[in-house]
C-alpha cells in the first residue's frame, strides 16, 4: 500500500530540499519591485518581478542596515539572499539579505562611501556655511544655457526683483566635460564677484546627475568665498553638492526664491516701517512737547518773578493774619478791660457816692473808719455824691452794726 504524508511532512520535506541546495542559499535576482509593504514590525514585504513571473520576498528588520535607500514600487533592483520555504503556508520566497538599485547600485555605492568621507572631513559641517545674503544686487547661475532649470531662475528672479543683475555661465552639467565646466563656472562667478550663486540644474537619472557627485565639485563650492545655494534635480534627489553647498533649494525654482527677495514684499514692509515711524515720531513728538509744557509750568513756577509774587503774596497773608490776630487780640483786651472797669466800679467810692453813701475826713484828710480817731468839736469834711460838707462834731456814740 502507498505511503500517505501529512501537508506539514510534504512542506518539511521541500523546506529540506531547498536547504540542501547551495545555489538557492546564497543568490542573487534581479527584478522590478511591486506590492511594497513596510510593516510595523520593521520587516519589509515585496514582490519581485520580470516580463515573465513574479516572486515573494522578505527583508526582516534585522536585515535593514544594510538597506541605504528607501524600497519603492517600479525600481529596478538586484537582491541577495537566500530562497525557502515557509512551511505553514506551503510557499516559497526570497529572503532578501541586501538589495540594491541596478544599474545605479554601483553608482549608489560610490556616492555613500564619497558622502561619509567628506562628511568626516567636515565639508558638510554647519559652522563652515555661509548666510545667504538677503537683499543682492548680482546673481551667478552655473547651468546648462538651455532647459527648464535657467528658464524658470531666470523668470523667477526678474519677477521677484527686475534690478537684480543675472550672470550666466553657461555650463556643462552631464557627462565627461561637466566636472571642469561646472568648476570653471564657479571660479568665473568669484571673478565677478556675484553676491550669491545658483549650481544646479534640472531633474534626471543618477548618472544624469552623476558630475554634481563628484569630489572635485565638492571641493570647488566648498572653497568659494560666495554664498552657493546648491539647486540639483527635483526634490526628491540629493547630490554631494546639497551637502556641501551653504544652502540646498528643492528646485532651481526654489533656489531663485531663496537667493532673490521679493521686492514688492520689500515695499510693502518699508511702507509699513515708514507709517510705524511716522506714527512713533508723532507720538515722541506729542510726548516731548507735553514735557515741554511740564516744564514751562515748572519754570514759570520756579522764576524769580513767580517767586517774588508768591513771596508777595505769603506777606500779604501774613500782614492779613497780623493784622487779624492783633485785632484778636484789642477785641480780647477791650473785653477784658470792660470787665476790669465794671470790676472797679463795684469798688469805686464815687459810685458808693452816688448810691447815697459818703465818707468822712478829719482837718488833715485822714478818712475816719472808728470814732476814736476824733474829738468833740473836731472840724470834718463829709463827702457826698455832689460835694463836700464841712461839719464839727458835737456828739459820739459808739455803735454796733451788723455785717
Known amino acids: 500500500m502507498q505511503n500517505v504524508y501529512t501537508v506539514a511532512q510534504v512542506n518539511s520535506y521541500i523546506k529540506n530540499m531547498f536547504t540542501q541546495d547551495f545555489m538557492l542559499q546564497s543568490i542573487r535576482v534581479k527584478g522590478e519591485v511591486s506590492n511594497c509593504k513596510y510593516h510595523s514590525s520593521g520587516h519589509i514585504y515585496f514582490t519581485l518581478k520580470d516580463v515573465k513571473g513574479t516572486i515573494s520576498c522578505v527583508m526582516f528588520s534585522s536585515s535593514r542596515s544594510g538597506l541605504?535607500?528607501?524600497?519603492?514600487e517600479g525600481?529596478?533592483?538586484?537582491?541577495?539572499?537566500?530562497?525557502?520555504?515557509?512551511?505553514?503556508?506551503?510557499?516559497?520566497?526570497?529572503?532578501?539579505?541586501?538589495?540594491?538599485?541596478?544599474?545605479?547600485?554601483?553608482?549608489?555605492?560610490?556616492?555613500?562611501?564619497?558622502?561619509?568621507?567628506?562628511?568626516?572631513?567636515?565639508?558638510f559641517a554647519s559652522e563652515y556655511k555661509q548666510p545667504i545674503?538677503?537683499?543682492?544686487?548680482?546673481?551667478?547661475?552655473?547651468?546648462?544655457?538651455?532647459?527648464?532649470?535657467?528658464?524658470?531662475?531666470?523668470?523667477?528672479?526678474?519677477?521677484?526683483?527686475?534690478?537684480?543683475?543675472?550672470?550666466?555661465y553657461p555650463a556643462i552639467v552631464q557627462g565627461e566635460d561637466a566636472v571642469p565646466s561646472i568648476i570653471n563656472g564657479i571660479h568665473a562667478m568669484e571673478?565677478?564677484?556675484?553676491?550669491?550663486?545658483?549650481?544646479?540644474?534640472?531633474?534626471?537619472?543618477?548618472?544624469?546627475?552623476?558630475a554634481f557627485n563628484e569630489e572635485a565639485v565638492a571641493q570647488?563650492?566648498?572653497?568659494?568665498?560666495?554664498?552657493?545655494?546648491?539647486?540639483?534635480?527635483?526634490?526628491?534627489?540629493?547630490?554631494?553638492?546639497?551637502?556641501?553647498?551653504?544652502?540646498?533649494?528643492?528646485?532651481?525654482?526654489?533656489?531663485?526664491?531663496?537667493?532673490?527677495?521679493?521686492?514688492?514684499?520689500?515695499?510693502?514692509?518699508?511702507?509699513?516701517?515708514?507709517?510705524?515711524?511716522?506714527?512713533?515720531?508723532?507720538?515722541?513728538?506729542?510726548?516731548?512737547?507735553?514735557e515741554a509744557e511740564q516744564y514751562g509750568v515748572r519754570m514759570r513756577y520756579l522764576s524769580p518773578l513767580n517767586t517774588i509774587r508768591m513771596k508777595r503774596t505769603q506777606a500779604l497773608s501774613l500782614e492779613e493774619h497780623l493784622q487779624n490776630a492783633v485785632e484778636k487780640q484789642l477785641q480780647s483786651k477791650k473785653h477784658q478791660l470792660a470787665l476790669y472797669i465794671e470790676q472797679m466800679k463795684g469798688l469805686s467810692p464815687?459810685?458808693?457816692?452816688?448810691?447815697?453813701?459818703?465818707?468822712?475826713?478829719?482837718?488833715?484828710?485822714?478818712?475816719?473808719?472808728?470814732?476814736?480817731?476824733?474829738?468833740?468839736?473836731?472840724?470834718?469834711?463829709?463827702?457826698?455824691?455832689?460835694?463836700?460838707?464841712?461839719?464839727?462834731?458835737?456828739?459820739?456814740r459808739k455803735e454796733s452794726w451788723e455785717n
Not at 549608489?108 to 567628506?118: D, P, S
Not at 550663486?197 to 531633474?203: A, K, L, N, T, Y
Not at 568659494?224 to 540646498?248: F, K, Q, W
Open 350 to 396: 464815687l459810685d458808693k457816692l452816688s448810691q447815697g453813701y459818703s465818707y468822712v475826713s478829719d482837718a488833715f484828710g485822714r478818712t475816719l473808719s472808728t470814732i476814736e480817731q476824733v474829738e468833740l468839736g473836731d472840724a470834718v469834711t463829709i463827702y457826698i455824691k455832689d460835694g463836700q460838707l464841712d461839719a464839727q462834731i458835737t456828739k459820739k
Open 191 to 210: 571673478h565677478f564677484h556675484v553676491d550669491t550663486i545658483i549650481v544646479g540644474r534640472g531633474g534626471g537619472s543618477i548618472e544624469d546627475l552623476w
Open 133 to 168: 545674503p538677503k537683499y543682492i544686487k548680482t546673481l551667478g547661475v552655473v547651468t546648462a544655457a538651455t532647459g527648464a532649470a535657467v528658464r524658470d531662475i531666470i523668470n523667477i528672479a526678474t519677477r521677484r526683483n527686475p534690478y537684480v543683475q543675472i550672470i550666466l
Open 220 to 290: 570647488a563650492i566648498f572653497d568659494c568665498p560666495i554664498p552657493i545655494i546648491s539647486a540639483v534635480g527635483h526634490e526628491t534627489d540629493t547630490t554631494i553638492a546639497d551637502y556641501v553647498a551653504d544652502l540646498r533649494a528643492p528646485t532651481p525654482s526654489a533656489a531663485a526664491e531663496l537667493a532673490v527677495y521679493d521686492i514688492e514684499q520689500l515695499q510693502n514692509k518699508l511702507s509699513e516701517y515708514n507709517y510705524t515711524m511716522q506714527h512713533m515720531c508723532k507720538r515722541v513728538i506729542q510726548r516731548c512737547r507735553k
Open 68 to 72: 541605504t535607500f528607501r524600497l519603492s
Open 75 to 123: 525600481q529596478q533592483v538586484v537582491v541577495s539572499g537566500s530562497v525557502d520555504v515557509y512551511e505553514r503556508d506551503g510557499k516559497y520566497q526570497l529572503y532578501a539579505r541586501q538589495i540594491q538599485l541596478d544599474g545605479a547600485g554601483a553608482l549608489y555605492e560610490r556616492y555613500e562611501q564619497l558622502k561619509r568621507e567628506l562628511e568626516e572631513r567636515g565639508m
